[in-house]
């Protein structure tokens, strides 16, 4: 009789590991929640010419689809990111453009220099001739 009970228990361990794994199996993966995004709009940009279509197809999209309207939401976050990019161009622009102020007033020094230098090996030249 106890080889009867452990067949038994056998029998109800096998069955609840095979049926957990059947149920685990069979359970719908959570979907993820469509959305009508930036994407989407320039995806779908090419077949509307007007605002009031545009509307039209995201009424649709939104209304009767069930998409998740994020398109303002991901318009600000993208403008927010470009304007971020763009004021630290301009800050590298300014940065560079007093380098470049800089380095032309070093250039001037130099050449300021340069035609002193000549204008002294005109002098000693001169010197040198007048006394060969």
């Not at 009031?52 to 069930?66: P, S």
């Not at 994020?70 to 990111?81: D, F, H, I, K, P």
């Not at 007033?105 to 005109?122: H, K, N, P, S, V």
């Amino acid at each position: 009789m106890s080889i009867a009970i452990a067949m038994w228990i056998l029998v109800l361990v096998l069955t609840a590991v095979v049926g957990s794994y059947f149920i685990g199996k069979n359970k719908p993966r959570p979907v993820e929640p469509k959305r009508f995004g930036l994407g989407e709009a320039e995806a779908a940009r090419q077949f509307v010419t007007e605002p009031g279509q545009a509307r039209a197809v995201k009424g649709v999209v939104v209304g009767v689809l069930g998409y998740e309207d994020m398109l303002a939401a991901e318009v600000a976050t993208t403008r927010n990111m470009l304007q971020v990019r763009n004021d630290g161009h301009r800050e590298d622009i300014g940065s560079h453009e007093d380098e470049i102020a800089t380095l032309n007033a070093a250039i001037t020094g130099l050449r300021d220099q340069i035609a002193d230098g000549e204008t002294q090996m005109a002098d000693v030249e001169a010197v040198g001739q007048l006394f060969a």
